[in-house]
């Protein structure tokens, strides 16, 4: 073949190639995730203890992908909300979502909460937090069992508070009298800022409380600190014993904090945040923020996560059940 045909047929097979490129024939190679900023959604206002977990994280994963992660909050719904936009979202791995264990429990309160858990993928269990149980003075008990005597004693007599029902200070308190076989009268308040002031008089006895917002009024002798929901005793909480070591064997109560992903997430990305994300929360920068506030770090796999996630979901949704709780 003379060279003037070679040329020809390269010029020509050039000509083809950059045809089919302008034609999307020709896919161009994947960036590497993440190459643009990622938006962690919370389903609360800033600044509570889920926004408080959120930022942690985000500011330690900033450092870890070289790429801005964004919180924003997204209240209303009973926390549902946030979850529904993240579920709706594309499954790229850029829209997560860090809702705290109303994510499980709310399918067993609600009719329709807007989203299913097979819309959704559970890349990470952050942290865990315990409960504080604690009672007024003027009850006169200065234990579980002693709580739990009275209650059997005065069935139907003794009141607890909660932010709401179906929040976590409501489910720790029906499985507190589920296990102890007793009957609480559950007066539900439209935020915890309400329920102290009732608290802290005694117009409302008993409170499950987060340690955070107990330790103060401990601290001032106005409650007393009867027991604490974790399975161990806190490191923040020393002289307090578990609920479990108390009268009541086998209670735990645990409020915990996922991130969760949109279905359909490559595989490949997911395992990269799974890593990222338990990284980050075992970083001394976040792990000693979070072991302050009273929270046992986590950082899970996602296998894990998705574990963990159907286990509680069926365990609150048998409480739930058992107790009768509905929305008003």
């Given amino acids: 073949m003379c060279r003037t045909t070679l040329r020809a047929s390269f010029v020509a097979s050039m000509c083809s190639l950059a045809v089919a490129a302008l034609a999307g024939l020709i896919t161009p190679p994947a960036l590497a995730y993440p190459d643009r900023p990622i938006h ?7 600044g509570g203890a889920n926004d408080v977990i959120a930022r942690l994280v985000a500011n330690q994963l900033d450092d870890t992908f070289g790429q ?3 919180v924003e909050n997204r209240p209303g719904g009973s926390g549902n909300t946030a979850v529904i936009v993240t579920a709706r979202a594309a499954p790229d791995g850029y829209t997560l979502v860090l809702p705290a264990m109303a994510y499980a429990v709310n399918p067993s309160l609600f009719s329709n909460v807007g989203y299913s858990f097979d819309q959704l993928i559970p890349v990470s269990i952050v942290t865990e937090g315990p409960l504080v149980l604690a009672v007024h003075p003027s009850l006169g008990v200065k234990s579980v069992r002693e709580l739990i005597a009275l209650a059997k004693a005065r069935p139907g007599q003794i009141s607890y508070g909660s932010g709401g029902l179906g929040s976590s200070p409501h489910l720790a308190a029906e499985l507190f009298k589920r296990l102890a076989g007793i ?3 559950h007066i539900p308040y439209k935020g915890t800022h309400d329920l102290i002031a009732d608290l ?3 117009r409302v006895p008993v409170v499950f409380l987060s340690p955070l917002v107990a330790e103060q009024q401990v601290a001032d002798g106005k409650l007393l600190a009867l027991g604490i929901t974790s399975t161990q005793r806190s490191q923040n909480w020393p002289e307090t014993p578990t609920i479990a070591e108390s009268g009541l064997p086998g209670y735990v109560m645990e409020a915990w904090y996922v991130v969760l992903t949109p279905r359909g997430t490559p595989k490949d990305v997911v395992d990269k945040l799974s890593a990222a994300i338990a990284g980050a929360v075992k970083s001394p920068e976040v792990s000693d923020k979070l072991e302050s506030l009273g929270n046992v770090v986590r950082g899970s796999s996602a296998a894990e996560a998705q574990a963990y996630v159907e286990a ?3 365990r609150w949704h048998e409480i739930i059940s058992a107790a009768g709780i509905h929305p008003e």
């Fill in 68 to 70: 801005q992660v964004i």
């Fill in 183 to 185: 009957d609480l009268q």
């Fill in 312 to 314: 509680e979901s069926k």
């Fill in 40 to 46: 962690l959604l919370v389903p609360y206002p800033a």
């Fill in 200 to 202: 802290l008089t005694g």
